[in-house]
């Protein structure tokens, strides 16, 4: 299942239960053809990317061809969520309804052959899409070109010291933690390998470094 949910985290108790959940499964049958390794490369990341961000960067909607306007969706809140596709490197913009519809802005390309994480970094101002080995290691900034259109801006790859295998998370501080020019920049793999004992039994590690502010 493709599917984005969302949680409370002040709720208590031992069942973690959804408020709600939106599904987007049929939207991918290139997924279903009874595979599990198919089935695996659906949604590997989702982000929130703000309204403000959009209109601000003068992003065309989709839907109608002209400039991004939120109130035309009235039930989704104060931004969208922009999620990576595993099988082929897009990203798939989303505005989730409260009441548990949501609206499909079509599909982003990243530049990429796959996505393993997407994330919004206030401080650049750009969605950030991740590929894991299949590419390198390689961080994609994507920002609102002068046609309206979200497109690549500039790639980074990881630091020559890490390995080049399955990380499949990355993250920024914000800018207010900068110290000396610099803020921390983390990477999560999906099992130790370069580090490691070389296979994904051995465990989970938190990679740190530094990334200019």
């Known amino acids: 299942k493709d599917t984005i949910m969302e949680f409370d985290p002040t709720a208590g108790g031992s069942t973690l239960t959804p408020i709600h959940q939106w599904d987007m499964t049929s939207q991918f049958p290139q997924l279903d053809t009874g595979s599990k390794d198919d089935a695996n490369l659906g949604f590997e990341g989702v982000a929130y990317v703000p309204d403000s961000w959009l209109t601000a960067n003068g992003w065309v909607d989709p839907l109608t061809g002209a400039a991004y306007n939120p109130a035309n969706y009235p039930l989704h809140g104060s931004g969208l969520f922009f999620a990576g596709l595993e099988w082929d490197g897009t990203l798939h ?10 609206t499909t802005f079509g599909a982003i390309s990243t530049g990429k052959a796959s996505v393993a994480d997407v994330t919004f970094d206030a401080g650049t101002q750009r969605i950030v899409a991740t590929c894991d080995n299949a590419c390198g290691e390689t961080h994609t900034f994507l920002k609102v070109n002068a046609a309206g259109a979200i497109v690549p801006d500039v790639t980074y790859t990881n630091p020559a010291v890490m ?23 983390v990477w999560t793999d999906d099992g130790i390998y370069g580090f490691g004992s070389g296979s994904s039994s051995y465990g989970h590690a938190l990679y740190s470094g530094t990334f200019p502010c």
């Open 163 to 185: 390995p080049v295998d399955n990380l499949e998370g990355f993250a920024l501080a914000p800018t207010s933690t900068c110290v000396n020019g610099s803020r921390e920049a």
């Open 93 to 102: 913009a989303y505005g989730l309804n409260s009441d548990g519809t949501f």
